[in-house]
């Protein structure tokens, strides 16, 4: 069903937001290509937080309350402590031959990173991708392989499943998260259509009918997922049905959301006209941040 809930401008002039989170009263995001993680009130008032040269992507906090932050060219995880220091906490650049994405991170204190496994904005040719396991003593585990463009991640609420965009395969994944915090048990969590199978991108994109990018989850286990290629927003089911959607209405790409607010209730948007030229830097101050009110309340990781 189509939800009619009224949306809000919260705040415009980014270049591409993604990584998006609610923490501590605040909403988090990585401003990617103007290399900026920067914070959001809920008047839309922009705090530039952190600057990362290698572009910032993902965003989780550990146990201790520091931030972690993907610098994606040099596929290392950056760590800020709360007096503002930054260290490399985990360097996965001899794992990772492509520049890192989103970013989970269970309630142990693991973490769990993406790479898209090719050069997307510079028109590469698609190959899959995997993700990595960081534990705690920042070393780092191939995790997963042969997973199509993992892109965002949840955990659900019982802390026990990882699941993940795979965007341009048309479905999300979902994974068996064990005791030390390996990964088994791969399998389907929603597929959307036909698998478009591995031919070339412009082929997978014409062919999905959905772009799943950036995640959040919600106390029910449902998934709010980002359709990138649709204009859209969608709720999938833990049965993974689509259950709701939201259409963007100035017809803007969506990419990454999370849920957050007092009550959890408030859904963040994360828009923008074209991903391709905002990388590229042909768009460097048109994208938005919007939100609505949903039913069920922010649920599970992040």
């Known amino acids: 069903m189509t939800t009619t809930s009224p949306v809000h401008l919260l705040a415009s002039g980014g270049h591409y937001f993604e990584g998006a989170r609610w923490h501590d009263g605040t909403w988090w995001v990585s401003d990617i290509y103007a290399k900026k993680v920067c914070t959001y009130d809920t008047e839309g008032n922009r705090t530039e937080i952190m600057h990362v040269e290698g572009n910032p992507s993902g965003l989780g906090w550990l146990p201790d309350g520091s931030l972690l932050v993907v610098s994606m060219h040099d596929r ?8 503002g220091e930054v260290s490399v906490y985990a360097d996965l650049s001899e794992l990772c031959a492509y520049e890192l994405n989103d970013m989970v991170i269970n309630a142990a204190g693991q973490v769990y990173v993406g790479t898209i496994g090719f050069a997307i904005a510079q028109g590469d040719e698609i190959r899959p991708g995997a993700i990595y396991r960081v534990d705690p003593d920042g070393t780092g585990h191939v995790a997963a392989e042969n997973v199509i463009c993992p892109n965002g991640m949840v955990i659900t609420n019982d802390d026990r499943t990882l699941i993940v965009a795979e965007s341009f395969s048309s479905r ?12 088994t048990d791969q399998r389907a969590f929603a597929q959307i259509g036909a698998d478009p199978g591995l031919t070339s991108l412009p082929e ?10 950036g995640c959040a989850i919600d106390a029910e286990d449902n998934i709010w997922v980002a359709d990138a290629g649709h204009q859209r927003i969608v709720r999938i089911d833990p049965h993974g049905k689509i259950v709701e959607e939201i259409k963007e209405e100035e017809g803007l790409g969506i990419y990454a959301c999370a849920l957050g607010g007092d009550d959890g209730r408030t859904l963040l948007m994360c828009s923008v006209p074209d991903f391709f030229a905002a990388a590229q830097g042909t768009d460097t101050d048109k994208a938005v941040l919007k939100t609505t009110r949903v039913a069920v309340p922010h649920g599970g990781r992040p």
């Not at 290392?76 to 007096?83: E, F, G, Q, V």
């Not at 999300?172 to 990964?183: E, S």
Request: charged share 25%.
């Open 204 to 213: 997978m994109m014409a062919a999905s009918e959905i772009w799943p990018d």
């Open 76 to 83: 290392t995880l950056l760590r800020r402590t709360a007096d």
């Open 172 to 183: 999300l994944t979902a994974f068996t998260i064990g005791d030390d915090g390996a990964l």
